[in-house]
């Protein structure tokens, strides 16, 4: 039997699309196996921060080095593939396959070249993004459903427009279609995830279906196909990644009529800064940002947010950087994804003035973290003696008598139970907290 590796970098769509493509591996024979034993590696990679990038070159020599050793073939596939085609055939000679995001439809052509030991120069690009039909890996209660794919937002900082390409949103009824398979594999919960889930938009007879008319859509399609218990079956839907602009009052209204969304959304803010704000072509301001907190946390009061936050943005200045404490302070994020600006070759802010020094940009990096130590320490800590209902997903790393759950408001809890429980819902009260993981117990 052929045998594969593969390696993914980056961000949640690259996730699932390691997922579709381990999904035609399987179809064509493939195994998975570990690296030292593969046929084919394939490193599924990530261009929008520079370490990203560092650690699958240094991957690419390493294995190329290897090469010398045993004879397998090495496939570069994903945005970095995308963005730097040429110059991975040219710097990477042992790299025998570059497939970058719009050749993905020629990935089962490549595994039947690789299986013949042939290669191709020039693969077939699509002008747009190919959906796959499903993304699901074997035996997960967890999936993620793509929906949309690429971005029109072009904030200055970020390659991924340029190397995702424009939006494009899926069929409504393969997303059905693919839900309804992931039910019947015994998915619990579903997260629908684009570059901006917000922009969904699918024209169809002329009428257009938005992304809280897709919402609706795919939570009464469940609640229809479901029994009244919905234990058992895909309970909660999350989504990911929300752009604060195209939040609307409606989006509100549809999440907070329905339990089945879960209380928690990823609305990275990036700065509190509406000078940095602006340099970032965010295309929304302070003000709004935080009315639109107050809106979600009036209409869901136990709703959990987190964000990016990105500091050293060129021009930041120290009241700049204060905002952004302050924001933080006031939303009061229950955890913030953090990094310092680096500029990506190719964005607009690569060639911004004013950069700010890097002892400054760690400082106040430092800062943000301590603050958010602080934040996610005082939210926990006002959660201890509540229950809450958890989804059981796997074994605690630390006994095999215990397991780790994630509640809607995704917080990790782990507490005391067997092994067979994971996939289930369950009630759990909060009784301590151990770094950023609560201490529970049934109920
Ligand atoms: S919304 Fe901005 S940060 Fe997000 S993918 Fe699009 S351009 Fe990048």
Redesign the pocket.
């Known amino acids: 039997m052929k045998q594969y590796h593969i390696e993914t970098y980056g961000c949640e769509m690259n996730k699932a699309e390691s997922a579709a493509m381990e999904a035609t591996l399987r179809e064509h024979g493939w195994k998975r196996v570990s690296e030292q034993d593969a046929d084919l590696v394939i490193l599924n990679t990530c261009t929008v921060r520079t370490t990203a990038e560092n650690r699958a070159w240094n991957r690419i020599s390493q294995l190329s080095a290897r090469k010398k050793e045993r004879a397998f073939a090495l496939a570069v596939v994903g945005c970095m593939a995308e963005q730097h085609k040429g110059a991975i055939q040219k710097k990477a000679p042992g790299v025998d396959y570059v497939l970058g995001t719009f050749q993905k439809q020629s990935f089962g052509l490549m595994l039947d070249l690789v299986a013949k030991g042939e290669k191709i120069d020039v693969l077939e690009e699509t002008p747009t993004y190919v959906f796959g039909a499903s993304y699901h890996e074997p035996g997960a209660f967890r999936s993620f459903v793509p929906i949309m794919h690429g ?1 029109n ?3 200055s ?2 390659i ?2 340029y190397v995702r390409g424009r939006e494009i949103s899926r069929n409504p009824s393969n997303i059905l279609k693919e839900i309804d398979q992931l039910e019947d594999l015994g998915v619990r919960e579903i997260t629908l995830l684009g ?2 889930v917000n922009s969904y938009r699918w024209e169809e007879q002329g009428h257009v279906l938005d992304f809280p008319g897709l919402l609706k859509l795919i939570a009464r399609h469940l609640h229809d196909r479901q029994s009244s218990d919905a234990h058992g079956r895909i309970g909660w839907i999350r989504f990911l ?1 929300s ?1 604060p602009k195209d939040l609307s009052d409606s989006l509100i209204d549809t999440i907070a009529e329905d339990p089945i969304f879960c209380r928690h959304i990823h609305l ?1 803010v990036q700065s509190g800064s509406n000078s940095v704000l602006a340099r970032m072509n ?1 295309k929304y301001t302070r003000e709004y940002y935080l009315s639109l907190v107050d809106r979600l946390k009036a209409a869901m009061p136990d709703l959990t947010l987190s964000t990016d936050i990105l500091v050293g943005f060129p021009g930041e200045t120290d009241d700049d950087a204060e905002q952004t404490l302050d924001l933080m302070r006031q939303v009061r994020f229950a955890y913030s994804f953090m990094y310092h600006f680096n500029a990506r070759g190719g964005t607009p802010a690569a060639s911004m003035p004013d950069k700010v020094p890097d002892k400054t940009k760690k400082q106040r990096l430092a800062r943000v973290i301590a603050l958010q130590k602080e934040i996610t320490s005082a939210l926990m800590r006002e959660r201890l003696g509540q229950t809450d209902e958890v989804l059981i997903e796997g074994v605690s790393r630390r006994s095999k008598k215990e397991v780790l759950a994630r509640t809607a408001r995704d917080e990790m809890v782990v507490l005391p139970a067997a092994q067979s429980r994971i996939g289930q819902f369950a009630r759990v009260k909060l009784v301590s907290i151990s770094g950023n993981t609560f201490r529970g117990e049934e109920v």
Do not use: S
């Open positions: 971005c937002n072009f904030c900082y970020c991924v427009p570059q901006n990644t752009h990275p965010r």
